[in-house]
């Protein structure tokens, strides 16, 4: 399949929303939100309208994946105070300085899985993150022989080895941090 990147912004909030709203809020209602330096709020509608105050001010950014005009998933990816709560995130920081970006979640809306939307993602909000400048770029992927795929919303470790991202250390069971220059 052919896919189009594109940035998370007021003019793509719509598809993003669509997609979100289809597959129950993402993960119980997270709307993306989990990695922000804020959390979760209550509610799904409280995680929605945080998402969209965010677009609106340009403080969260995703590389968001469209099959034609649908979006079909995305990678969430900012700087660590942006992508502040990471999984492990002792053991991923420690002995290391932070990177200047973080690619958070990815995220395959149903009946788009395996057609390679999170490959698509995460080289996305690679081309999205040099065009910002670039810099050293950290992941958390885990081992998909190890994990179960509803659980793999970091990214499969062999997708970031794909795109060229070293290992750097394993944190957690299944867990690495991978990164790489952009």
């Not at 129950?24 to 105050?53: L, Q, Y």
């Not at 395996?114 to 081309?127: M, W």
């Amino acid at each position: 399949m052919t896919f189009e990147v594109r940035p998370l912004d007021e003019s793509t909030w719509p598809a993003f929303a669509a997609l979100v709203e289809a597959n129950g809020g993402i993960f119980g209602g997270c709307w993306c939100v989990g990695m922000h330096p804020d959390g979760f709020t209550d509610s799904a509608e409280g995680n929605r309208e945080r998402k969209h105050e965010m677009v609106r001010a340009g403080t969260t950014h995703a590389a968001l994946v469209f099959d034609g005009e649908e979006c079909v998933g995305w990678a969430q990816f900012g700087p660590p105070t942006e992508v502040a709560r990471i999984k492990n995130r002792p053991a991923a920081e420690k002995g290391r300085d932070l990177p200047d970006w973080r690619i958070g979640c990815c995220y395959a809306g149903k009946g788009h899985r395996r057609q390679g939307v999170n490959s698509a993602a995460i080289a996305g909000a690679v081309d999205l993150i040099r065009d910002l400048g670039g810099g050293l770029v950290e992941g958390y992927p885990e081992d998909a022989a190890d994990v179960a795929a509803g659980f793999l919303y970091h990214g499969a470790l062999s997708t970031y080895d794909k795109l060229g991202f070293e290992r750097v250390v394993k944190v957690g069971k299944h867990r690495w941090v991978v990164r790489k220059q952009v």
